[in-house]
């Protein structure tokens, strides 16, 4: 059996021992909490995604006439065409478009915007995940 002297050292240890482990169970705790908070987050804009889409694709699978509107007659809307009537394309013949050059950098900026605009269908369609 150890000294007086000894027990208080080895109690001084388990009692560092027990702090360290406190520590990191703190930070383990806050790590979780972070967590916790972003797959919230991420959770509602998944809902808030699946609320836009399920309506719209459910809408795109619906076989025609099985509509809200079966057995009603829809309004029928008259459309605007942008297009003049009475074209003659002598009246362009001396008309010239002036060009205007691109530049890489917004050739970049486009291609990462399509592929942005892709990513974000691939996420929300679920095949990402």
């Known amino acids: 059996m150890g000294t007086l002297r000894d027990l208080q050292y080895a109690l ?3 009692i560092e021992e027990l702090r360290q ?3 990191l169970i703190d930070e383990l705790e806050l790590e979780l909490d972070q967590k916790d908070e972003l797959i919230q987050k991420l ?3 998944l809902d808030k995604y699946r609320s836009v889409i399920r309506p719209a694709t459910q809408a795109a699978h619906q076989q025609p006439g099985t509509g809200a509107l079966q057995g009603e007659q829809r309004t029928k809307r008259q459309a605007i065409s942008a297009e003049p009537t009475a074209f003659d394309i002598q009246d362009l013949s001396h008309v010239t478009l002036p060009f205007y050059p691109k530049s890489p950098q917004l050739a970049e ?3 990462l ?3 942005i605009s892709w990513l974000v269908c691939q996420f929300m369609l679920g095949s990402c995940l």
Do not use: L
């Open 12 to 14: 001084q240890e388990k």
């Open 21 to 23: 482990r406190d520590a």
């Open 43 to 45: 959770q509602n804009e």
């Open 109 to 111: 900026i486009r291609n």
């Open 113 to 115: 915007d399509c592929f």
